[in-house]
């Protein structure tokens, strides 16, 4: 067997509840995916307030750069069309 320091590190997301979304819950370190969410279900999720567990190899996410938040979103700054403000309601249609 695999020392555990060798082992993956994979992310855990939780869902508390349908209809809810998945959150980070923390890092644990297995062999496979399957062990990943036996081991995440008894480390986060011990009192029951689980529905649905996500894991993920660390490895495998990628992630914008904080430095890089200019070039990424303030393009959208630009195109009002996308903001809702834009559109009228027609009658009969609930505004919520």
């Known amino acids: ?8 590190l994979w992310e855990v ?42 894991v993920v190899k660390s490895e495998d996410i990628v992630a ?6 200019g070039e990424l979103f303030d393009p959208a700054g630009d195109k009002v069309y996308r903001h809702p403000t834009f559109y009228s309601v027609p009658d009969g249609v609930e505004n919520l």
Do not use: C
Not at 1 to 6: C, K
Not at 25 to 40: F, K, R, T, V, Y
């Open 13 to 54: 997301f939780i869902r508390s509840r349908d209809g809810l979304n998945h959150k980070h819950a923390g890092s644990l370190h297995a062999p496979d995916a399957e062990m990943a969410i036996q081991n995440a279900r008894d480390l986060y999720t011990r009192r029951s307030e689980g529905v649905s567990i996500w």
């Open 1 to 8: 067997m695999t020392a555990r320091r060798e082992w993956p």
């Open 64 to 69: 914008s750069e904080p430095s890089a938040k």
